[in-house]
């Protein structure tokens, strides 16, 4: 895995919208799934193919480690320089759009004749302007392995009994994150939750922490800790490998993690369905493609995008996802659903997915999530109560922001 070091490179570009098509150009691609060894492979074969293609433009992969992608590569927008083309998550794309580092698309993405999927599309516009498209959309859902848990739980009752019932010796019923270490990790854990009770972070004007909805939403995640079916201090790489050698019942995550649970065991007899909570609302980790506004291949850039975005290489995108949904629909091969036939289950998701930013305070998401984080974990941990615990983390945001 090579860390992105350096801005564009190529012979000669054209940094504007030609109609003549794009100039001869190398331009940078960077994307966190290019270092991912179960899906980096298949992404880079899809590149190969694009340069293969044809003769003018060639696309060159960098990839860096998750934890520090997103903010390696704002810090080389910001100096003016960074990727041609970048893979960010929405924390990132928010901070780069209210920024300027993102170059729009208005006039240069046809929705409607590529037939991009309206419900995640939605949130890549930005004050009326488009600064991205989807590259991948992993919605949230419960992964259960089927030999411990042959009935998967319809409602949140069902869901907490479940876990009871499945806890016994060294096996768990329920796994998720719950430590200031994996703050990232506990938000979207705490999302699900959260949206799944009926609450949100804010009404899109104004922060909404400590409403009633909220706090029912953390304290029904509070209530699955203290049952003690979860592996406490576990982070997400130790209890995800023991879901993957069955001992773990249950776990909610997104449809990224099919791929992996698989590769971890290929025996393991487990499936996905819908989150069993009161609303049919759940997380999802929704990543834009989108094109640096310091690039001077932006023509070629875009040229690379709207490949991507046709039919036949939108089809090769989802299968080298997984179980995630691209920017338009597509059709799950008889391949894939021999082999994951909960593949639709997942899809069925799309349209009420919530990408796991504050809504109307993108920019702000990372310092509001690390106010909301250490006042949940320390509630979880008895120091305060949940209604608390919001209503510091209100007062904290509130002033974070200027409201």
Known sequence: MTVLAACSSGPSASSGNSSAGPQPATITFAASTLGDPGRGPGLQKLIDEYNASQKVVTVQPA????PTFGQTVLTQMGGGEGPDL??????????????GLLEPLD????AAKLKLIPGPDKYLSVDGHRYGVVFENANYAMFYNKDLVPNPPKTFDEFVQTAKNTTKGDVYGLAFRQTQA????????????????GGDWS????????????IEGLKAYQQLYDANVIPKGADAATFRKMFANGKVGME????????????????????????????KKQGTLLAPMVVNANSKHKDAALDFMNWLLQPAQ?????????????ASPTERSAESLKKFPFLPALDELTDSGVPQIVNGFGPQTADIRHIVVTEVLAALQGQQDMATAMAKAQKQAEKLVGQ
Do not use: C, H
């Not at 995550?253 to 996905?272: I, Q």
């Open 63 to 66: 990839a860096v480690p998750y």
């Open 86 to 99: 970048v893979r960010f998550d929405m924390p990132e794309f928010a901070t780069a759009s209210s920024s």
């Open 107 to 110: 006039d240069k993405i046809d």
């Open 182 to 197: 994996e703050e990232a990790g506990v938000w979207q854990d705490i999302f699900n939750y959260v949206l799944g009770f």
């Open 203 to 214: 009404d899109g004007k104004k922060l909404t922490l400590d409403s009633p909805k909220v």
């Open 252 to 279: 909610l995550n997104n449809g990224g993690y099919v791929t992996a649970t698989s590769s971890a065991n290929a025996n393991l007899n487990f499936s996905v369905s819908r989150i069993p909570f009161p609303e």
């Open 314 to 326: 939108q089809v090769k995108l989802q299968g080298v996802l997984g179980a995630s949904s691209v």
